[in-house]
């Protein structure tokens, strides 16, 4: 279990790594935390013919508040957006979920945007971006766009970013002061991949309802008025619209009914 | 910029246990690699490579992480703890007592990262809760003890902290 | 007494002498060990299919790597070695790496030595195995049907051994019975996973003919003739040493052996050491595993709940294999097989099964768990059926005290214990009643709340002979008996009085050199901390029977017996030679304080150590007919393990320890999680040497069969892929998982072992699986409890009830093949169906059309051969896939199949196509298509959660390209590539 041979490279500054992206496109990695990347370069899943190493990069080290957007640049580390403590202000989502992100000693080295650029269909991050309305900054050598969360994730491990664009950060439009959020997950053990996670915001314009790990990707509801009694029904309709999957852990049917118990609970919490 | 092709033989120094030291690496080593087979601590054990298991946790910069999913030229100038740097001339301390009063390990295999991971969570936060300790300790697989004695020996540090507190606040 | 208690160390919960280097990282650990600089570091080839003929293997690019020194394969062996021996008679071969055909995924091809370990797997990269998939059985009830394939032709079937036995009169008693209650079973496979893997330095010394190997093997050594037979050698020239620490073991690392053998010869072959460390996936993989079996048991019960009658139909599952010691498992328990129960009338029906599946051996538990599954979930159910208390039924059928020892049917003979006091003790140390009433709490609030029982005996040091009941009388006779069990030791003490202590157990992190330290400290009237013991060993040196190792629990029944009376050999020599020097009578001699004295005149003494000097510096002072030198070699065995009888009774264990479990689950009625409240344990392990480290076992045995209970399954698919190949899919408990069980002892001295110690270490394994399994029984009033207790099939059993969208559309049904990936899609193309066709049809076209395809040749009518790089994500591989188009019917159908390898794995898939006109004027087609895929290998093993939604990523891929190339003109220019394609996707509806 050891990866094979690589190039690495650890860039300077920004425009180095978008120069390495435009040189070696779909041959390099981008490599940030590592904590997902670096397993599967153990395993040879991943065989990059060069890695360029932006975990201690300071300008992509950066989290802040401009334009009424949350920034939030590649190198930062879950550890230390979690510690970041202004975060329950700005982003009280991702305050609620990031602790069901793997494990602290995975927090320590595992960057927010690594898991967006991973894009596994069950992964907190991702959830938390796709429910927020958030963004993904992409640059390349010769553009630099914005992409919503939404149209970010196209599939399992699938996104739209380009060979050529380097995640440069993850925007999230700071909350109405009333919003509400609530998060909740169903793994078999603490800190395992979820088998469904869930997250639900209640602000002005409605409730929204986020579901990890049912299809291949987070999906997001959006209900401007959703009367108490009609929940069951709508969730249910969503449940079966996401379909779910079976593995050795769960069956298809089991992540639907997820979608109806706990979607409700996180539903209920923020109407609350 | 920084570029070790992948045939190149790295240089790598870094502070280990507040020693300095210098290595050779190629450019896909794994830190615990490094750590185990080029400096030689061996102390540092290997259980799965893909970051589940927590055998190989270490300190760098302060922080538990897996040294299984690093590569070696990634801690060039890093400061590293490792097990072995736990202990004082030979003379365990107040944590490793505490795991050998409270039988905290058997075959000792694990023992090494879960030390490095409850170094750190004691040093942040002398007094955890139980709950915290245990959201620390999920981070490591043990097959041998059932982690009652762990547990046992983290909340006999805490209690001695506490008291320790208190007497510093009468 | 006061004075004498303080210097009883045996029996003190002492810390352990080897934790102080553990806890400063200063362990030895096989992989610890350094090795010259000639070493060669090897990796494995693995089979990525669960059955398949191996063609051909080509090793030329692969060798011409740089820094790869050898490449050994299957043909290699022949030469130097020849297949393992067999346990049953049959004509079964199993060689070290796979011949001509591979049975179970992760089965070694070939070996690559190279400079380093990342090298080799270089180079693994670049072997082509060209192998021929055959159909594959994982299911060992589908293994002996008459169609299902057969994994060793020269067997003839997938039934490798199968015996019958009757004991007392089972007939009389399920006639006479009032009632017989019945079920079946399932076991699933698990393995304990230590979370060290395994580790082989092998050097051939081609001079001496002589293997020299390092290994963290763990015994039993009968496998030590099974290596050097498979070698061509005698044992003597295979050196086997093992470690100073073992990162936990639990029986697995039995499962080395044949590692050992394929280590050897790749030394042999790459003319320098050979190191080998086993990676996490391998092991997972191919390491062992234990025994699944599916058991039907029936129970003869008199209306009060009295069994009289018990029949067992087990069907074992040993998979690809059938490897030393197996059919063990199956046999160890043989002489228990009534339990804790009274039971006199008894049948059995053993059938051992071959399945394409990792070759099972030693795990914690050993037959233990499969066992007490069925015959513990049997008295639920007698007691479930029969409207009494669980608790009632175990107690009206214990085994009773006045009848210790006790002689089971089937051979066993019970050493000591009261089984009844035991059960009544726990339930109220435990507070049974409390745990009743928060029963009736959580259920009167609508909850869902159960409590189970288990009551089981739990057997420790092994008979040799057990095995041999595998074989008929007559097969045994011809063989000569088999028995016993030995145990070895040596104390020896130097010239300076300073004492040394080795034995045959090999621990894994039990703590075995602090007790041994504790026992001889007892005897010679020192303090542990003077006992230095080496629990290294070195079969070229070191005392050794076949019955070595650390397994069956022999170790505080036998070997620290052993150490005892090695320890006493020594007393009872000092003793002596203090007579003559003091010139006192024997019975005089009085010995404390690390002194010997005239009993009448205390002055009159000498010291132990210089007592001791005299063996050594004069051994002319020695009394007549002692020997120079201080050093006892122990050699002990129990008379009561005699080889198995004419009727096939057999005393299958030495000691025969007592555990009884109850525990009260909660299950969350909307996530189905089961949720342990509380756990009571009551063990009886007889006279306990150091309780800390018995309660370490008890615990950490306790954790490992909650992961069995809750989470742990080494899952296959149908078709043989297995499926948990990582940690993240092989579940262990973590501590947030794991509440603390309240332990309880008695203590019922064995009459049997020198100490009157039993074993420990493996009840729980054995209990706690069906104790969860009965809670849950209980809480959800069901008899189909498979194992493991994962929430989603826990909810499936509470029941999920559907109700259909409001939309109307189709309710959401799992798919009928759970093991394939299946998918279907629809979308529009703007051009005609002849068109389209033509398209589809066209090589030159689809190797566009294909993401990643390098190069597709045509290989005859309607089959390519294409060359492609399939990426997902960050995961690429390169796969050689072979298709072929059936079923054509012009512009309308076709079908695909086809298959594909690569490093990642193999696959194997069909589809189908359906071409529909549309449009105003029929210039449009709809292109229906659907696929089902198979796949295995590593990918299959680590990405199992992933791959339907890769699947998806890949057709979407697949027909986004066919539509830019079949119909460009529906691309709007000048839009950016991504925006387009989603446009077009959301406009042809394959995107929501």
Redesign the interface.
């Known amino acids: 279990?050891?990866?094979?041979?690589?190039?690495?490279?650890?860039?300077?500054n920004v425009e180095?790594v978008l120069d390495l992206l435009r040189q070696h496109g779909?041959d390099s990695?981008i490599l940030a935390g590592?904590?997902t990347?670096?397993?599967?370069?153990?395993?040879?899943?991943?065989?990059?013919k060069i890695?360029v190493?932006i975990?201690?990069m300071e300008a992509l080290r950066f989290i802040r508040v401009a334009d009424n957007y949350l920034e939030i640049g590649a190198a930062v580390i879950q550890?230390d957006l979690l510690a970041w403590t202004d975060l329950e202000q700005y982003a009280p989502l991702m305050a609620k979920a990031l602790?069901w992100v793997g494990?602290?000693?995975?927090r320590?080295?595992g960057t927010v945007c690594g898991s967006i650029a991973?894009?596994?269909?069950?992964s907190e991050m991702p959830l938390c971006l796709a429910l927020l309305g958030g963004e993904i900054v992409l640059r390349s050598k010769t553009n630099r766009r914005m992409v919503k969360a939404a149209?970010f994730q196209?599939?399992?491990?699938?996104?739209?970013r380009?060979e050529d664009e380097l995640i440069e950060a993850i925007r999230i439009p700071v909350p109405a002061d009333v919003s509400k959020f609530a998060f909740q997950e169903?793994a078999?053990?603490?800190?395992?991949?979820a088998?469904v996670a869930v997250a639900a915001s209640h602000s002005p314009d409605g409730i929204r309802l986020g579901v990890g790990g049912v299809a291949?990707r987070p999906e997001v509801r959006h209900w401007e008025h959703l009367p108490e009694d009609e929940i069951d029904?709508a969730l249910?309709?969503l449940?079966?619209?996401l379909?779910?999957?079976?593995?050795?852990?769960?069956?298809?049917?089991?992540r639907?009914?997820?979608v109806r118990?706990?979607g409700k609970r996180v539903i209920l919490e923020v109407m609350a | 910029m920084i570029e070790y092709g992948a045939a190149d033989r790295v240089k790598v120094t870094l502070t280990v246990n507040n020693e300095s030291l210098t290595g050779y690496a190629s450019s896909r080593m794994l830190l615990s690699d490094f750590i185990r087979h080029e400096l030689g601590l061996t102390g540092t054990h290997v259980g799965c490579e893909h970051g589940v298991c927590g055998a190989c946790t270490i300190q760098i910069d302060g922080r538990p992480v897996r040294s299984c999913l690093m590569l070696a030229v990634q801690a060039e100038g890093r400061e590293i703890q490792t097990v072995e740097g736990l202990s004082d001339k030979g003379t365990l301390n107040r944590l490793q007592q505490a795991f050998r009063s409270h039988h905290a390990l058997q075959c000792g295999f694990c023992t090494s990262g879960i030390l490095m991971s409850m170094t750190n969570l004691l040093n942040e936060n002398p007094t955890p809760t139980d709950d915290e300790i245990t959201d620390i300790l999920s981070g490591h697989l043990c097959r041998c003890t059932g982690y009652v004695g762990i547990v046992k020996a983290v909340q006999s540090l805490v209690l001695e902290n506490i008291a320790r507190e208190n007497g510093e606040n009468a | 007494m006061k004075k004498i208690a303080d210097k009883v160390y045996v029996s003190q919960a002492l810390e352990r002498v080897e934790d102080s280097a553990l806890l400063a990282g200063a362990g030895v650990f096989a992989d610890d060990i350094a090795v010259g600089a000639r070493t060669g570091h090897a990796a494995f080839l693995r089979s990525p299919h669960a059955h398949a003929d191996i063609n051909s293997i080509d090793i030329k690019t692969a060798e011409a790597l740089d820094g790869v020194h050898a490449i050994v394969v299957g043909e290699d062996l022949r030469a130097w070695s020849r297949p393992f021996i067999v346990g049953v008679k049959q004509p079964m071969e199993h060689w070290c790496l796979a011949q001509d055909r591979v049975r179970y995924i992760g089965e070694p091809v070939a070996i690559v030595v190279a400079e380093d370990r990342y090298i080799a797997e270089d180079a693994l990269a670049l072997i082509e195995v060209d192998y021929t998939p055959l159909k594959a059985v994982v299911d060992p009830e589908i293994a002996i049907l008459k169609d299902a394939p057969v994994l060793h032709e020269a067997v003839g079937s997938n039934l490798i051994s199968e015996r019958n036995f009757s004991y007392g009169d089972p007939e009389k008693a399920f006639r006479d019975a009032d009632r017989i209650v019945s079920m079946k079973v399932r076991y699933p496979r698990n393995a304990c996973t230590p979370i060290e893997c395994f580790v082989v330095n092998a050097d051939y010394d081609a001079a001496e003919d002589n293997y020299d190997v390092l290994a963290n093997f763990q015994g039993p050594f009968s496998l030590l003739p099974v290596m050097a037979l498979a070698l061509n050698i005698p044992v003597n020239k295979l050196r086997l040493r093992t470690p100073p620490d073992s990162g936990g073991s639990f029986g697995v690392k039995q499962a080395i052996f044949p590692y050992i053998v394929a280590l050897c010869l790749a030394s042999r072959k790459a003319g320098r050491p050979v190191k080998w460390v086993e990676d996490r996936l391998e092991h997972l993989m191919a390491a062992t595993s234990a025994t699944n079996r599916v058991t039907e048991i029936e129970g003869a019960v008199t209306k009060d709940g009295e069994l009289i009658g018990l029949c067992y139909r087990q069907l074992e599952d040993c998979g690809g294999y059938l490897r030393a010691p197996e059919p063990a498992t199956l046999y160890r328990m043989h002489g228990n097989m009534t339990g804790a129960y009274k039971v006199q009338n008894l049948a059995i029906e053993n059938r051992v099964v071959l399945t394409n599946k990792t070759p099972t051996g030693l795990n914690r538990g050993f037959g233990g768990p499969q066992v007490y599954f069925a015959l513990e979930r049997l008295m639920h159910k007698i007691a479930v059926e029969l409207k009494l208390d669980p608790l009632e039924v175990i107690k009206r059928n214990l085994v009773e005290a006045k009848d210790m020892p006790y002689r089971t049917p089937s051979g066993a003979l019970y050493d000591s214990g009261d089984y009844r006091k035991a059960v009544l003790e726990a339930c109220k140390k435990g507070n049974l009643e409390a745990l009743k009433k928060r029963r009736d709490q959580v259920r009167g609030a609508g909850g869902l709340y159960g409590i189970g029982y288990t009551a089981i005996v739990e057997p420790s040091i092994s008979n040799m002979g057990y095995i041999s009941t595998a074989l008929t009388a007559l097969e045994r006779e011809k063989a000569g008996p088999k028995d016993g069990g030995a145990a070895m030791a040596t104390v020896s003490v130097d010239a300076l009085g300073s004492v040394s202590v080795t034995m045959d157990s090999t621990p894994q992190g039990q703590g075995h050199r602090t007790v041994a330290a504790q026992v001889v400290a007892d005897v010679l009237g020192l303090k542990p901390a003077d006992i230095r013991v080496d629990v290294t060993m070195d079969t070229a040196k070191d005392n050794w029977s076949i019955s070595a190792g650390n397994y069956s629990s022999r170790f505080a029944g036998s070997v620290a017996g052993s150490v005892h009376l090695a320890a006493i050999e020594i007393r009872d020599k000092l003793k002596r030679m203090a007579q003559t020097s003091l010139n006192i009578a024997a019975d005089k001699v009085s010995f404390s304080d690390g002194k010997f004295s005239d009993a009448d005149n205390p002055d009159n003494a000498i010291q132990f150590r210089r007592l001791a000097g005299q063996a050594h510096w004069s051994p002319g002072l020695l009394p007549e007919g002692d020997v120079p030198g201080l050093r006892a070699a122990s050699s002990w065995t129990m008379p009561e393990l005699e080889a198995p009888d004419p009727e096939d009774r057999v005393n299958s264990s030495g000691a025969h320890g007592f555990v009884f479990d109850y525990c009260g689950v909660e299950i969350d009625r909307d996530t189905g999680r089961v949720r342990l409240d509380k756990y009571v344990t009551m063990h009886d392990a007889g006279r306990l040497l150091n309780p800390a480290l018995v309660d370490g076992q008890v615990y950490g045995g306790f954790t490992q069969a909650l992961g069995a209970a809750l989470f742990e399954e080494l899952s296959y698919t149908a078709d043989g892929t297995f499926q948990a190949g990582s940690m993240a899919e092989y579940l262990i408990p973590t501590v947030a998982e794991t509440p603390a069980p309240v332990i309880l002892h008695m203590s019922s001295p064995s009459p049997f072992t020198p100490l009157g110690a039993k074993g420990v270490g493996e009840g729980n394994s054995m209990s706690t699986p069906v104790c969860l399994a009965n809670a849950v029984a209980d809480a959800l009033g069901r008899d189909d409890i498979e194992l493991p207790l994962k929430q989603s099939k826990v909810r499936d059993w509470i029941g999920i009830r559907e109700t259909p969208p409001t939309s109307g559309g189709a309710v959401a049904t799992p798919v009928a093949d759970k093991d394939a990936i299946t998918g279907r899609g629809e979308l529009t193309i703007r051009l005609p169906v002849e068109r389209v066709w033509d398209l589809l049809l066209d090589p030159e076209n689809l190797e566009k059309a294909i993401p990643g395809c390098r190069e597709l040749i045509v290989e005859g009518d309607h089959s390519y051969r294409a060359d492609v790089s399939v990426a997902v994500g960050p995961v690429r591989g390169d796969i050689v896939a072979l298709v072929k188009l059936s079923d054509l019917d012009p512009s309308k159908f076709l079908r695909l199949g086809g298959s594909a390898d690569g490093p990642l794995g193999s696959s194997t898939g069909s589809g189908t196509i359906l071409l529909t006109a549309t449009g105003a004027n029929g210039d449009a087609t709809i292109l229906h298509y659907d696929y089902s895929v198979s796949l295995s290998g590593k990918i299959a093993a680590v990405g199992g959660r992933l791959l339907g939604g890769a699947m998806k990523v890949l057709i979407k891929r697949f027909f986004e390209r066919f539509i830019r190339i079949a119909a460009p003109e529906t691309a709007p220019a000048g839009f950016p590539l991504f925006g387009w394609l989603e446009n077009l996707l959301r406009a042809i509806g394959i995107k929501r």
Do not use: W
């Not at chain 1, 196209?154 to 739209?160: F, H, M, V």
């Not at chain 1, 379909?243 to 089991?254: F, L, Q, T, V």
């Open positions: 279990m050891k990866p094979a041979p690589f190039t690495y490279c650890r860039p300077d180095q779909g990695r590592g904590q990347l670096m397993a599967m370069l153990n395993m040879r899943l991943v065989e990059p890695l190493d975990s201690m550890a602790p494990h602290a000693q995975t320590n080295k991973h894009s596994d269909p069950s149209d196209i599939g399992t491990l699938t996104t739209a380009q169903v078999i053990r603490h800190g395992d991949f088998l291949d029904t249910n309709d449940a079966h619209e379909g779910g999957y079976d593995d050795i852990h769960a069956s298809a049917g089991y639907r009914e997820l118990t706990i």
